[in-house]
């Protein structure tokens, strides 16, 4: 079957189409999944760009893509699925250190011993290819409605993980929050957005990209504030945010610009929350106001959290969470979703054209199942989720 590798990942990545052997179910717990679609994102770009990601084991080359969007063909015995069912899949498997908590209580997201694998990234073959198998642990049921943006799971849980993690460290206080920030407006930082503004948080996006550009449209187009970064020096983002008036409650970084996130801690209110979430590459060095920020962090409360990858229940939330988004603004994903290409194009597409999101349509969108389907595969809207929002 086809599939999209780097080749020599850790040396000298290259994109190529290549030849795999397909897979076969192997557990009564396993199911094979046909993949539909496959988001492509900044992890990716990494990968091929500085050689971020790490083959199997004995392997040199990576199959990439884990935002992923498949149905199931064939469903084990004990697996809980049943073909047609629309399914994305988690990233992260846990390690085998019995010492490591989290990784035996579910919670890979948390491994402290480094040892866990990502699909399409660290260890793991990815979901750009035509068909994998999986165990059904680690499958999550898709309606077939959010098919058009089944593919954005993966990155809505990361924010949906993020929300989570400040409403519980916000426990320490009575915590209402009223405004957030978001630094960046590529995928992850509109997606952040949205979540701020069906959150009812008044909303304020902060980016390099231009006024007129698509992602400033769409930040206005959901009821958020625009700004574009400057290069004038005085035009920072402190005094962007003290031109606002307001007391910033949450601040969500998703540019990976190290100095951008150290310059938040000053601007984020009294028992505010700046989460991290932008891998920064690279070795920068930059000078800090250490006293200043240290003053800030202890006198007002403020909190620091970084956060990576996401659990089961953070992808059930984000289906819920990406349902009431298109609800509120529909066709904001129709929006976001700016490129797709074929499995045979890839190769040769240029990341840096990418507007917003490219997708890979490993199926033509008119081969997928209908999403006017109540039951497609026997789900249907009947799916049951256990999360808490």
Not at 15 to 37: M, N, Y
Not at 146 to 155: D, F, I, K
Not at 248 to 260: M, Q
Not at 265 to 293: C, F, K, Q, W, Y
Request: glycine share 10%.
């Amino acid at each position: 079957m086809k599939a999209i590798v780097a080749k020599q990942v850790k040396t000298k990545p290259e994109l190529a189409l290549t030849d795999v052997p397909e897979p076969k179910l192997g557990h009564p717990g396993e199911a094979l999944v046909r993949v539909l679609a496959v988001g492509l994102d900044g992890t990716d770009r990494e990968i091929l760009q500085h050689g971020y990601g790490e083959p199997p084991e004995g392997e040199t080359d990576l199959i990439i893509g884990h935002e992923s969007l498949g149905v199931v063909l064939e469903a084990g015995a004990e697996s809980g699925l049943a073909p047609g069912d629309l399914v994305t899949a988690l990233v992260r498997r846990p390690c085998h250190d019995p010492t490591c908590v989290n990784c035996r209580n579910g919670r890979a997201d948390y491994c402290e011993s480094g040892h866990y694998t990502e699909r399409g990234i660290k260890g793991a073959n990815g979901f750009l290819c035509e068909a994998y198998k999986e165990d059904a642990r680690y499958l999550v049921k898709i309606p077939p409605e959010c098919a058009p943006y089944g593919m954005l799971v993966e990155p809505q849980s990361i924010v949906e993980k993020v929300w989570d993690e400040a409403q519980h460290i916000q426990q320490r206080l009575v915590w209402e929050p009223k405004t957030a920030l978001v630094l960046g407006s590529g995928p992850l930082g509109l997606l952040a957005a949205l979540t701020c503004r069906t959150l009812g948080l008044e909303t304020f996006v902060w980016s390099k990209s231009p006024n007129d550009s698509l992602p400033a449209q769409l930040v206005r187009r959901i009821g958020a504030s625009y700004r574009p970064a400057s290069d004038d020096p005085s035009d920072t983002l402190t005094s962007f945010v003290r031109s606002t008036g307001r007391r910033i409650d949450l601040i969500i970084e998703c540019t990976g610009y190290s100095p951008l996130a150290f310059e938040a801690i000053e601007t984020l209110g009294p028992n505010g929350v700046l989460a991290l979430l932008g891998v920064t590459p690279g070795s920068r060095e930059i000078r800090i106001g250490a006293d200043l920020l240290s003053r800030e962090l202890v006198l007002e409360n403020k909190c620091v959290i970084g956060s990576v990858n996401a659990s089961r229940k953070h992808f059930e939330t984000a289906i819920y969470r990406l349902q009431r988004m298109e609800r509120a603004y529909p066709g904001i994903f129709e929006s976001i979703l700016t490129e797709r290409v074929t499995l045979d194009e890839l190769p040769s597409f240029d990341f840096a054209s990418t507007r917003i999101k490219a997708v890979v349509d490993v199926v033509h969108p008119s081969g997928w199942p209908d999403a006017g389907c109540e039951h497609a595969g026997g789900t249907g809207t009947g799916i049951k989720y256990s999360f808490s929002v």
